[in-house]
């Protein structure tokens, strides 16, 4: 008998069709992971601001003051560091905090402060609570195609303040 040595031509052609064949597979998957990562990371942003502001608005409300929204976009300004996940070049959120009504403060505000368009680019709102109504401060970030939706959407958190 001969030895044989090496790999026949139809066992390299079988090799490389599985590897084409898993390859379709896994790339398309490995490359919405990008994106989903990236709405993650503007996500956590955006929620990370939203606590840091109900903290500063407590601050603010203790302290006196009667500019409250002016106050916390400050702190914004103050404290923006943070670069957004799509856009390194960009801030990680608007420093304009919107102050409104709670009919009016919710996604359309937010939407006004460039959010239809700047993917992970969060913006904030505040209705400041009074007449022993309560208030809130709303965060918003446009994310690519979240949760498997079929178009972009923006993502809010809203905490109540008193």
Known sequence: MKNQKGFTLIELLLVLAIIGI??????PALLSQRSRARDKASIENMVGRVGDLVGQYDKAREAGSTTIPADLGTYLANTSADKNPWDPSTAAFNTTVTAGKATDIATATLEAQGLATVLGQAAFGIVVPGQGGVGFIEGGVLCANPQGAAAN???????AIE
């Open 22 to 27: 898993i390859s379709a597979i896994a790339i």
């Open 153 to 159: 959407k923006i993502v809010t958190k809203v905490t």
